[in-house]
T-cell receptor, first 117, second 110 residues
């Protein structure tokens, strides 16, 4: 099946620094990728839709200046958490929309655990 | 806005017992997807249901889409320890975009 990778898998940073997370679709092209956030024992909350070659679409309540998304190619989307604070600590998961024609679905990356000290 | 709720929130079962999780949407859905997330892992796509009243089976898993296309269920027969994880349903909310349900965490006691 389709493979999506994320890098890094785990990151610890100091408060005030910025962290970039990469999401790659390895064996298919994805014009649309999604970024989710998941707190412990909670559901996945959609943060934004990343569209190749255009601006991301953010969900209500998500600060676009804090969570910068860039989808520069058909296989790569990046999420940058700017000026991270402890409350930004979470599990960030990306997904890429793709697959066989008529059977497209979301393929999730393995996630990135962010801890802000 | 659109909401997708699941019950129960948690379920502990003895190995061999059956398990069911229910998914309810505040709006009519064109389709519904189910995912499984193992502890510490990421969601893995299980299935998509499209037709009203549709029932699909995957080995011990039975998925059903309600007649009104606002609810769905996942039933696992004779649970095994490998079934442990959180099961999410997800409904479409725009182009390619899906809203995830609240999830049901399953624990199987050996």
């Amino acid at each position: 099946g389709a493979v999506v990778s994320q890098h890094p898998s785990r990151v610890i940073c100091k408060s005030g620094t910025s962290v970039k997370i990469e999401c790659r679709s390895l064996d298919f092209q994805a014009t649309t990728m999604f970024w989710y956030r998941q707190f412990p024992k909670q559901s996945l909350m959609l943060m934004a839709t990343s569209n190749e070659g255009s601006k991301a679409t953010y969900e209500q309540g998500v600060e676009k200046d804090k969570f910068l998304i860039n989808h520069a190619s058909l296989t790569l989307s990046t999420l940058t958490v700017t000026s991270a604070h402890p409350e930004d600590s979470s599990f960030y998961i990306c997904s890429a929309f793709g697959g066989l024609w008529g059977q497209e679905t979301q393929y999730f990356g393995p996630g990135t655990r962010l801890l802000v000290l | 806005g659109q909401q997708v709720m699941q019950i129960p929130q948690y379920q502990h079962v003895q190995e061999g017992e059956d398990f069911t999780t229910y998914c309810n949407s505040s709006t009519t859905l064109s389709n519904i997807q189910w995912y499984k997330q193992r502890p510490g892992g990421h969601p893995v796509f299980l299935i998509q249901l499209v037709k009203s009243g549709e029932v699909k089976k995957q080995k011990r898993l039975t998925f059903q889409f309600g007649e009104a296309k606002k609810n769905s269920s996942l039933h696992i027969t004779a649970t095994q320890t490998t079934d442990v994880g959180t099961y999410f349903c997800a409904g479409p909310s725009g182009t390619y975009k899906y809203i995830f349900g609240t999830g049901t965490r399953l624990k199987v006691l050996a």
